[in-house]
């Protein structure tokens, strides 16, 4: 019987290990229902594997997890039936159009061909694909077929919805529009699961984050709560110039500490709880000739944050684990 757990998701311990890489090392999680939960880590640190696990694709070798109230092992049938998952690569078939799409996956779910063919409209409107409609998928944009595979996970509006990556490589704008689309499932009260190495994309949609490197769980909270949790405010600057960012490294470093370069090739930021002590290194990079675009003084970005944390950044070289997990069965 299904609980009435304000959570959505609970997950104790969740293990899962392919030969000799332990790709997850006792996760916990707490979900809340109705919300955004950001997973946070670079490729390779168990984000995928945690998601496949709590989608009953995997089946964990220590530890459990309730989905909406239903044991992921022994109720799995009941899971799969109420949650989505997104993956990295969009799952629509290039060789039908996007309505086309939409209707067989109404089908396959059950509705009916009127019911179908009117939802497909719904969702072609909704997600700006009303015009591309008739067109074949292999035609799309990556950001539209992004689009297309969000609107085919939801064509049967679910409870819970497991994103995995859902914009990599996506251009700002396209990334832009997803986010949109993410709001206002949880405005419909839909609970999003969302992994990410875009530390970014977690700041701005995500209601609570568990940061996870090497398998584990390193750090957990709202996005203000972990940035507080570095115990320093911190200098922006964004540079007219990116060819001067060294020459502003240096003099940052010189004159307040370690300054990190931030993933706008234009911008770094660095460790400065005083005004002051700001404000004389902007006037020290003026005086060397350094164009600056903007600056401001706040909390550290979560970048800063993951490199606190961590010790390197968030965007990484995958590890073992996808190769790993094309290699497992499903559970």
Request: charged share 25%; glycine share 10%; aromatic share 4%.
């Amino acid at each position: 019987m299904t609980s009435q757990s304000p959570l959505a998701i609970e997950a104790t311990g969740l293990v899962k290990v392919f030969g000799e890489t332990r790709a997850v090392d006792g996760v916990d999680l707490a979900v809340r229902s109705g919300s955004v939960y950001g997973v946070l880590g670079p490729n390779g640190a168990g984000k995928t594997t945690a998601i496949r696990m709590l989608a009953t694709l995997l089946r964990p070798d220590a530890g459990s997890a309730r989905v909406l109230g239903h044991d992921i092992v022994e109720e799995a049938d009941a899971v799969r039936s109420a949650v989505t998952l997104t993956g990295q690569l969009a799952s629509v078939d290039e060789d039908l159009t996007g309505r086309e799409n939409l209707i067989l996956v109404g089908r396959l779910l059950g509705l009916k061909r009127a019911r179908a063919k009117n939802r497909s409209t719904e969702l072609l409107e909704a997600f700006g694909l009303a015009e591309a409609a008739t067109k074949l998928v292999k035609n799309y944009s990556g950001g539209m077929r992004r689009r297309l595979d969000i609107a085919a996970s939801i064509v049967v509006t679910p409870r819970l919805m497991f994103l995995d990556e859902p914009t990599t490589g996506l251009d700002p704008r396209s990334r832009n529009q997803v986010w949109d689309i993410i709001r206002m499932l949880v405005a419909g009260e839909t609970t999003i699961l969302l992994c990410t190495q875009y530390l970014e994309e977690a700041d701005q949609l995500a209601d609570g984050i568990a940061v996870i490197d090497h398998g584990k769980v390193i750090a957990e909270g709202t996005p203000g709560q972990l940035k507080a949790s570095v115990g320093a405010g911190a200098l922006h600057v964004r540079l007219l110039d990116p060819h001067q960012r060294p020459e502003a490294e240096r003099l940052l470093t010189r004159d307040l500490g370690s300054a990190f370069l931030e993933p706008d090739p234009a911008a770094l930021s660095v460790q400065c709880a005083d005004a002051d002590r700001g404000a004389e290194a902007i006037a020290g990079l003026t005086r060397a000739g350094v164009k600056i675009a903007d600056f401001s003084l706040g909390q550290p970005s979560l970048d800063e944050v993951f490199l606190a944390l961590t010790g390197h950044p968030a965007e990484t070289e995958p590890s073992l684990e996808t190769d790993a997990i094309e290699e497992e069965q499903p559970a």
